[in-house]
T-cell receptor, first 111, second 111 residues
Framework: RKEVEQDPGPFNVPEGATVAFNCTYS??????FFWYRQDCRKEPKLLMS???SGNEDGRFTAQLNRASQYISLLIRDSKLSDSATYLC????????????FGRGTSLIVHP | ETGVTQTPRHLVMGMTNKKSLKCEQH?????MYWYKQSAKKPLELMFV???????ENNSVPSRFSPECPNSSHLFLHLHTLQPEDSALYLC??????????FGQGTRLTVV
């Protein structure tokens, strides 16, 4: 089983739609969780951290389910500019602080 | 902009050349990373330098050699590369369990 797994997509949605991505992780001792966004041919940029109680930033909501070992990202009212690859990142556990990246989920928002 | 600066941004080199990629971070972080991202593939961790650990991905060929003279600078020395080494090379830094910040990357083409 891969350490961090994501559905690569692509998710193809119309503007205004709500879309959700899940990411599962294998190390139950993982301590930090993040969502990054990567545009084509650019570097990944932090979208938001994921907290145990869940957190929201505008149209974006992140959730953590430790029991089932997954995190989720919900995007409401999708914009064309949301088209990108969304990377799930997990850190910590087993004495290592190295961030482990999922392969990313591609989102395409169309008019 | 992100506090992590990579040079050069673009590099074209022949298979017999020797070149070095440079990364500098101004964030006071104590860990630095090299990642490779080939076209349409996930991020691949190459090397990590931190106070807690140094990690080398055993699958990385010896034609890539890292150097970390201090906590702010990281180099990736390249020699006798192959065309399949053409990719986006990303440097990142982080502090403890917090999120990693990426440089803009060096787009390397081996001819």
């Amino acid at each position: 089983r891969k350490e961090v797994e994501q559905d690569p997509g692509p998710f193809n949605v119309p503007e205004g739609a709500t879309v959700a991505f899940n990411c599962t992780y294998s190390n139950s001792a993982s301590q930090s969780f993040f969502w990054y966004r990567q545009d084509c041919r650019k570097e990944p940029k932090l979208l938001m951290s994921v907290y145990s109680s869940g957190n929201e930033d505008g149209r974006f909501t992140a959730q953590l389910n430790r029991a089932s070992q997954y995190i989720s990202l919900l995007i409401r009212d999708s914009k064309l500019s949301d088209s990108a690859t969304y990377l799930c990142v997990v850190r910590g556990g087993g004495g290592s602080y190295i961030p482990t990246f999922g392969r990313g989920t591609s989102l395409i928002v169309h008019p | 902009e992100t506090g992590v600066t990579q040079t050069p941004r673009h590099l074209v080199m022949g298979m017999t050349n020797k070149k070095s990629l440079k990364c500098e971070q101004h964030l006071g972080h104590n860990a630095m990373y090299w990642y490779k991202q080939s076209a349409k593939k996930p991020l691949e961790l190459m090397f990590v330098y931190s106070l807690e650990e140094r990690v080398e991905n055993n699958s990385v060929p010896s034609r890539f050699s890292p150097e970390c003279p201090n906590s702010s600078h990281l180099f990736l020395h390249l020699h006798t590369l192959q065309p399949e080494d053409s990719a986006l090379y990303l440097c990142a830094s982080s502090q403890g369990q917090a999120e990693a910040f990426f440089g803009q990357g060096t787009r390397l083409t081996v001819v």
